[in-house]
């Protein structure tokens, strides 16, 4: 037996719509689940500042040790908390991190070899 193609259509439209339906729903209960989450840790760190600084460093830390170009905008009044010595001691933080972050060039079959002298440069 055949189904029509319309009816082949519709089901498999249905289908479809069923399964954003269920993404969806997952998707708001992760929300949820995520928003819960982060009330819990704005009422931890609302009873411990020193929980709050150290996860703050952290974060600044995780930002800049990536390597990457990004860009990672601190309040002032946040860098004076963390006592790192103002702009200039997060300027050398991220010099730092992102020094260590470039990975050393290894000598191998494809690494540039001094070339050559001619003879009008001997």
Do not use: C
């Not at 009422?43 to 952290?58: E, G, S």
Request: charged share 20%.
């Amino acid at each position: 037996m055949l189904i029509p193609s319309a009816l082949e259509d519709a089901m498999s439209m249905q289908a479809q719509a069923e399964r954003e339906r269920q993404a969806r729903v997952i998707l708001g209960d992760s929300e949820r689940q995520i928003a819960e989450k982060f009330g819990e840790a704005a009422k931890t760190y609302a009873d411990n500042p020193t929980a709050f600084h150290l996860r703050a460093m952290n974060m600044l830390y995780e930002g800049l040790k990536k390597g990457s170009a990004a860009i990672v905008i601190v309040p002032s009044t946040a860098v004076e908390t963390m006592q790192l010595g103002g702009l200039a001691g997060v300027t050398a933080l991220s010099a730092n991190l992102n020094k260590k972050a470039a990975p050393e060039p290894e000598a191998g079959p494809w690494s540039a070899a001094p070339s050559p002298k001619l003879a009008s440069e001997q």
